[in-house]
């Protein structure tokens, strides 16, 4: 308790300079800082495969390693507790690398450098990362803040000014994660600003927002398994391509899976097409979601080349900056791409029309959806085309994320089809108030709630 360690510089291959542990070690109250060494496992402090290290209200800080982790490079079973890591350096894990168990709580993960990457942290073994701020580290080839190939549960994280250079500005996942009440923001990166994902991703209420790719697929980059639930995804910009919002795509190995359930999906922007969403010959599959306000010069809303269904969702205000363009719904490329569309609402694209479909299967209804023009080839039982639904603004009408409300007397309540209608609406509302579910991802009530209270999200 109460120790400062300082100063240090060894050179020995693969030796560890700072503080070494087999065994059970409690530090409290201390500072490790300016440990400098060359191509060993760790700056500051290494935790064997045997050892047991508790660190509590400390800081490490300035330390650097030549291969893997600039901080600490743990192996064993490690407990961090109001503990910040900053300034340290290292190839792999230039805060924290971990290959053992790690549990951080209340913690400051700040300022740290991976030559290569995982600037904050890079996880290979198992991670609880819990209210705890990620902020300011950059990994020089990619995976800015958090860096993940192992198992990982993070919950009122903050991800934010993170820099992973080529991808994963806030979150780089290969593995299995999770996260919860967390926010991704204003992390940048040449694609995948925000987060970028080739394993399998599960958020919970939570935010991204304001990251910015310099080249394209700013908020997520999902070429794996991506689960989002009561997430809104707001502000993000891509600079120079594709995917200001979500960016669902192929890569050599495996086809993105997105599942959308409650999410809305705001005022993105990307410099050519998908500023909502970009889906490159991804599956994707959305319940209850809002794409709303998004822009881009050539397809605002959604690009498609590959398969969408929509159930029970809202697109509109979605602008281009060119007349040639489409504001809401895209459907080409190839011919297997097609969007199913039911309970549905597509709307307010301005002077553009709301769709088009030049290759692939088209743009089919499965009925009971809403057309504010007749571009989307609604045609099924149920559908209503050149028809105004008569929406609200995007507001917190209450729920983990922003709707649009339908007004009174709007054509979309009681319009829609019970089978296959989700139980609730986006906001968690009970479906259906009257005879039957209403168009869009918002369920009329007669009055607007106020019971709803959106999740409490550190910033």
């Known amino acids: 308790s109460g120790m400062t360690i300082q100063n240090v510089y060894g050179n020995y291959d693969w030796t560890h300079n700072g503080i070494y542990n ?32 508790t660190i509590t209200n400390s ?25 910040t890591i900053s300034g340290n350096r290292a190839y792999h894990g230039g805060g924290i690398l971990n290959g053992g168990a790690m549990t951080i709580t209340n913690s400051t993960i700040n300022g740290n450098t991976a030559w290569v ?55 780089h996942n290969g593995s299995m994660l999770s996260l919860s009440a967390s926010t991704i923001a204003t992390n940048t990166a040449q694609y995948g600003a925000g987060v970028s994902n080739y394993g399998t991703l599960t958020m919970t209420f939570g935010t991204v927002r304001d990251n910015i790719a310099h080249q394209g697929f700013a908020g997520f980059l999902n070429t794996g398994t991506l689960n ?13 391509f594709d995917g200001g919002g979500i960016t669902n795509a192929k890569d050599s190995q495996q ?22 969403i970009f889906n490159k010959d991804g599956m994707l599959i959305a319940t209850n979601v809002t794409v709303s306000g998004n822009s881009a010069s050539i397809i605002a809303g959604i690009d498609n080349s590959g398969q969408i269904t929509l159930t029970n969702t809202t697109i509109t205000d979605n602008q281009v900056t060119q007349p ?17 569309l039911k309970n549905t609402i597509i709307a307010n694209s301005g002077s553009v029309p709301n769709c088009r479909s030049d290759l692939g299967i088209g743009i089919i209804s499965l009925g009971y959806n809403l ?9 099924t039982i149920g559908d209503l085309t050149n028809t105004n639904p008569f ?32 139980a609730t609406d986006q906001r968690g509302m009970p479906r259906p108030l009257g005879a039957r579910c209403d168009i869009g991802a918002y369920e009329f009530s007669g009055t607007y709630p106020f019971a709803f209270i959106l999740p409490v999200i550190r910033k």
């Open 22 to 53: 087999l065994g059970h070690l409690t530090l409290s109250n201390s500072l490790v800082i300016s440990i400098t060494s060359g191509w060993t496992q760790a700056g500051a402090i290494y935790n064997d495969y045997s050892g047991v290290l």
């Open 228 to 240: 989002l639930s009561q997430v809104s995804i707001s502000g993000n910009i891509a600079e120079t």
């Open 255 to 276: 086809k993105g899976f997105l599942n959308l359930t409650d999410v809305t999906i705001s005022h993105n922007v990307a410099q050519r097409n998908g500023g909502g």
């Open 391 to 422: 929406l609200g603004s995007l507001a917190n009408n209450g729920g983990a994320t922003l709707t649009h409300a339908l007004n009174a007397g709007s054509p979309a309540i009681n319009a829609g089809d019970n089978t296959g209608c989700p």
């Open 59 to 83: 800081t490490i800080s300035n330390n650097q390693s030549g291969a893997y982790g600039g901080g600490v490079a743990n192996y064993g079973v490690m407990t961090l507790d109001h503990v």
């Open 324 to 340: 040639s363009g489409l504001a809401s719904i895209y459907n080409g490329y190839n011919s297997t791409s097609v969007v199913y």
């Open 117 to 171: 990457a995982g600037g904050g942290i890079q996880n290979a073994g198992t991670a609880s990362i819990t209210n705890s701020t990620i902020i300011s580290n950059t990994g020089n080839s990619h995976s800015g803040g958090f860096y993940n190939l192992g198992i990982a549960y993070l919950s009122g994280v903050i991800l934010t000014r993170n820099n992973g250079h080529s991808y994963g500005g806030g979150i």
């Open 371 to 379: 057309n504010s023009d007749n571009s989307c080839n609604l045609t």
